[in-house]
């Protein structure tokens, strides 16, 4: 078994900042791509971060320049950072790991709980 645990989401004024951290853990050989989805209400889910084992990183036009996304692989952590953050982020954020159990497994998506991330005044 393999377990997400998504940390860091709350309520935040307009214009703040946030740090939400995700921690990987269970039966684990090696973890590929980690990154960040969120989905707002009446919307569908989207891609906010992603970033490989090779630490490249990718991210929505919509949060390029608010955003990084670093991960610790010794600790299988993943963490995302955005500031200036706007009442559109308002969302819930899951976590996403590509995660191998074994060297001939071929990786299988996992996911967080998710978290929500109000952004208001």
């Known amino acids: 078994q393999v377990q997400l645990v998504e940390s860091g989401g709350g309520l935040v004024q307009p214009g703040g900042s946030l740090r939400l951290a995700c921690a990987a853990s269970?039966?684990?050989?090696?973890?590929?791509?980690m990154g960040w989805y969120r989905q707002a209400p009446g919307k569908q889910r989207e891609l906010v971060a992603l970033i490989t084992s090779g630490y490249t990183t990718n991210y929505a036009d919509s949060v390029k320049a608010r955003c990084t996304i670093s991960r610790n692989n010794s600790k299988n952590t993943v963490y995302l950072y955005i500031n200036s953050l706007k009442p559109e982020d308002t969302a819930v954020y899951s976590c996403?790991?590509?995660?191998?159990?074994?060297?001939?497994?071929?990786?299988?998506?996992?996911w967080g709980q998710g978290t929500q991330v109000t952004v208001s005044s």
């Open positions: 996403y790991a590509l995660v191998r159990r074994t060297s001939e497994d071929n990786g299988i998506d996992y």
């Open positions: 269970g039966s684990i050989f090696s973890i590929g791509a």
